[in-house]
């Protein structure tokens, strides 16, 4: 069953999902603190190309701090902008090819 937010929008369960609601990745490390926004499309890319699995709730244990190295961010969706912007972002044959499968 799908979960909805205050807004009555869909709530993401996935990288693809966050990215084609057109949300950022919020993650915040608990050890210093450092705060980061990446792009959802940027990270779903990243995340397939590794072929780590791309649910929400495990995507937080991937990513580690730049600051202190430590793994294990919380993680949560914004409407920020990105701040780190050095993953690069999908071609649109690519993002078009993925959509395509999810519409499948």
Same mark, same amino acid.
């Given at each position: 069953?799908?979960?909805?937010?205050?807004?009555?929008? @869909?709530?993401?369960?996935?990288?693809?999902?966050?990215?084609?609601? %057109?949300?950022?990745?919020r993650?915040?490390? =608990?050890?210093?603190? %450092?705060?980061?926004?990446?792009?959802?499309?940027?990270? /779903?890319?990243?995340?397939?190309?590794? @072929? /780590?699995?791309?649910?929400? =709730?495990?995507?937080?244990?991937?990513?580690?701090?730049?600051?202190?190295?430590?793994r294990?961010?919380?993680?949560?969706?914004?409407?920020?902008?990105?701040?780190?912007?050095?993953?690069?972002?999908?071609?649109?044959?690519? /993002?078009?090819?993925?959509?395509?499968?999810?519409?499948?």
């Open positions: 069953m799908a979960r909805y937010d205050a807004d009555g929008g @869909q709530v993401p369960r996935t990288l693809f999902e966050a990215a084609a609601f %057109h949300r950022s990745v993650a915040v490390c =608990a050890g210093c603190g %450092h705060i980061g926004v990446f792009h959802a499309a940027a990270l /779903w890319r990243l995340f397939e190309r590794r @072929q /780590w699995p791309g649910l929400l =709730a495990e995507v937080g244990a991937r990513l580690r701090c730049s600051r202190c190295g430590r294990g961010t919380a993680i949560s969706l914004t409407r920020d902008a990105p701040t780190i912007t050095n993953l690069p972002l999908p071609s649109d044959v690519e /993002w078009r090819r993925a959509v395509s499968r999810f519409r499948a």
